[in-house]
T-cell receptor, first 115, second 111 residues
């Protein structure tokens, strides 16, 4: 059972380059999330998708775009990367946030460095 | 808005010591509360949860009780092991499906 799969695991970009982080889950979950993790800052929500066809901004959406391609896939795009976007990015999914089944399942993370 | 505050780390303890990591929250309504753990090089995984006031979540010897009167969800373990070394995150559900995390507490256990 793969769970949540993120690609790539590592990426180095130059300032101004673009890239897309891919995420797929095989648990038939309704909600998907993108977080970034920075030292001393914990996890901060970038964007989330409560259900297929919807996306909403989180705490730190500037500089990012997302696409909920279908129920399984939720991608995060950096159109013009900046050094401030150097971080570890985590994708997560959940069946029913806020309920007894509100557990988040995380991918292994994608480490992005912007030079 | 909703938020989670947890104690600053790092926390360093000797093996078999008693552990408490404090977590308090601000929320409207009745959120569910969670503790997640992140081992080195891995993503987060759920450690325990509580979905209503006075519920106690427990797993792997860890416990936390949902205290609405003090808006707290402190994590405790009676006797820690080296393998418990990790970063621990308190979290709560918010409105509109958002899940908010605290800043994390790094725990190191000395043999």
């Amino acid at each position: 059972n793969a769970g949540v799969t993120q690609t790539p695991k590592f990426q180095v970009l130059k300032t101004g380059q673009s890239m897309t982080l891919q995420c797929a889950q095989d648990m038939n979950h309704n909600s998907m999330y993108w977080y970034r993790q920075d030292p001393g800052m914990g996890l901060r929500l970038i964007y989330y998708s409560a259900s297929e066809g919807t996306t909403d901004k989180g705490e730190v959406p500037n500089g990012y775009n997302v696409s909920r391609l279908n129920k399984r896939e939720f991608s995060l795009r950096l159109e013009s990367a900046a050094p401030s976007q150097t971080s570890v990015y985590f994708c997560a999914s959940s069946e029913h946030p806020g309920s007894n089944t509100g557990e988040l399942f995380f991918g292994e993370g994608s480490r992005l460095t912007v030079l | 808005g909703n938020s989670v505050t947890q104690m600053e780390g790092p926390v360093t303890l000797s093996e078999e010591a008693f552990l408490t990591i404090n977590c308090t929250y601000t929320a409207t309504g009745y959120p569910s509360l969670f503790w997640y753990v992140q081992y080195p090089g891995e993503g987060l995984q759920l450690l325990l949860k509580a979905t209503k006031a006075d519920d106690k979540g427990s797993n792997k010897g860890f416990e936390a009780t949902y205290r609405k009167e003090t808006t707290s969800f402190h994590l405790e373990k009676g006797s820690v092991q080296v393998s418990d070394s990790a970063v621990y995150f308190c979290a709560l559900t918010s409105s509109a499906s958002k899940i908010i995390f605290g800043s994390g507490t790094r725990l190191s256990i000395r043999p």
